[in-house]
């Protein structure tokens, strides 16, 4: 009994009192720098591609499917990622003392989700056409993946101590140290030790756990409930931004504001009415068509097979009636 009456005065000393991060955000093996934001982006890609192939072979699609859609698909995602980066916080590379160069240094961070969304899906479109798939029925396949990869991206921003939140002393504080982009490690004192800058709500994991919860229901709901093709992908669009809504709000880096409120809090709503309208429209279109199975090889016609086989037996025949003339 007095073990137990001591477990709960114990139990704050055992649990951890913060989320450290990473001092040192970039590795290198050899002259290749090994960036944690970069592993993060490509295990995420690995992940929703993997996971969006098997949904779409339990739809009936043929295999490796989802490589060959992903290969127009992700590309396009990158691109349209740092495009609305570039566009929506221009200051570092455009503005007073930016550097125009830097807008292709991906690896350092800067991907708006909603621009990979958006050119990524007309990357997808692209690859399902190529590939006779609808493409209602590759984003329904898609969508947890996508997801999930949200949510391992989010990681990335962890390795780069950047995406958090306002000043807390919660138990699970997230540890920001003083940050090197350009070194992609933190600042060090004079003693060789990394600077700490503050202690700060981790709002890359309030936005990652939202992910990942956003991706279980999707796959619930694909499998519980009757809905028409592309719905369970227009879910997505309306799910994400209600926590990401919620989440920006929190947010403490800088950003640009129009009336007062962070961009991304006013693009969150206008992807919400998107999202709403796809859930509509997907719910009024027909079907696609099933897909079909890939063609068995044809037959061999058994008069074809009879024919062969007799006619190398009169070869044969021919062969033995010779043999004695040559005797």
């Excluded at 009192?17 to 990473?22: G, K, V, W």
């Excluded at 999202?275 to 079909?292: C, D, E, I, K, V």
Aim: with cysteine.
């Amino acid at each position: 009994m007095s073990l137990l009456a001591a477990l709960p005065a114990a139990l704050p000393a055992a649990l951890p009192t913060e989320i450290p991060s990473p001092s040192v955000g970039v590795w290198h093996l050899g002259p290749l720098p090994i960036r944690g934001y970069a592993m993060c982006i490509l295990a995420g890609i690995v992940v929703a591609v993997w996971l969006t192939q098997r949904r779409l072979e339990a739809r009936g699609h043929r295999s490796g499917i989802a490589i060959d859609i992903s290969a127009w698909a992700v590309p396009f995602g990158i691109v349209g990622g740092r495009i609305y980066h570039l566009i929506t916080t221009p200051q570092p590379y455009f503005g007073e003392g930016g550097d125009p160069w830097k807008a292709f240094a991906i690896y350092e961070g800067g991907l708006g989700i909603w621009g990979a969304v958006m050119l990524g899906a007309l990357g997808a479109w692209i690859g399902c056409r190529k590939n006779g798939v609808s493409f209602r029925d590759f984003v329904d396949a898609a969508a947890p993946g996508l997801a999930i990869a949200q949510a391992m991206g989010r990681f990335g921003n962890w390795f780069n101590n950047e995406i958090y939140g306002g000043p807390t002393d919660l138990p699970w504080k997230l540890r920001i140290y003083e940050w090197d982009t350009s070194a992609g490690r933190a600042v060090v004192d004079a003693a060789g030790n990394p600077v700490v800058k503050g202690y700060f709500h981790p709002t890359f994991l309030y936005e990652a756990l939202w992910c990942l919860l956003l991706a279980a229901v999707l796959v619930w709901m694909g499998r519980r409930l009757d809905l028409k093709a592309g719905q369970v992908f227009a879910a997505y669009v309306i799910g994400y931004p209600i926590g990401r809504f919620v989440i920006e709000s929190m947010r403490s880096d800088s950003a640009n504001l129009i009336l007062g409120h962070r961009v991304n809090t006013w693009v969150s709503l206008l992807v919400i009415v998107f999202g709403l309208y796809l859930w509509r429209r997907f719910g009024r279109l027909p079907q696609p068509p099933a897909p079909s199975a890939p063609a068995d090889p044809p037959a061999a016609d058994p008069a074809v097979t009879e024919a062969a086989d007799g006619s190398n037996d009169g070869a044969r025949a021919e062969a033995d009636a010779e043999r004695p003339a040559q005797s």
